[in-house]
Structure formats: C-alpha cells, structure tokens
C-alpha cells in the first residue's frame, strides 16, 4: 500500500542529485519506476483511517 503524496515524495527525491549519483536513472527513468510502484501497488487516500481494538481484555 502506498499513496499518491509518498510517490510524489519519491520522484522528488529521486531527482535530488546527491540521490541521483547513485543510481543514474534518467527523469523518464525514474518516472516510469514511480509509475509502475503506482500500478503494482493498492493507492490509498493521503489520510487513512484504521479502526483497531484499543483494549483487549484477554
């Protein structure tokens, strides 16, 4: 599970060039990666709502 804001957040720093000199994509290589993450993965809203058990008395 990802959201669009976290790869948002890796195509940014992938851009970074203390980032980029270690892996050397190209910007359509690094945007290709990002869009297949984006289709390989369930996206969810930028603000997930989980409802947990908070006390288990067990």
Known sequence: MTSQSI???LRRV????????Y???SDEEVA???DAL???TY????????????????
């Open 7 to 9: 790869l948002d957040d």
């Open 14 to 21: 992938l851009a970074y060039p203390r980032i980029r000199k």
């Open 23 to 25: 892996h050397q994509f």
């Open 32 to 34: 290709l990666l990002v």
């Open 38 to 40: 984006a289709l390989a």
């Open 43 to 58: 996206l969810t809203p930028a603000h997930l709502e989980l409802h947990a058990v908070q006390y288990d008395s067990t």
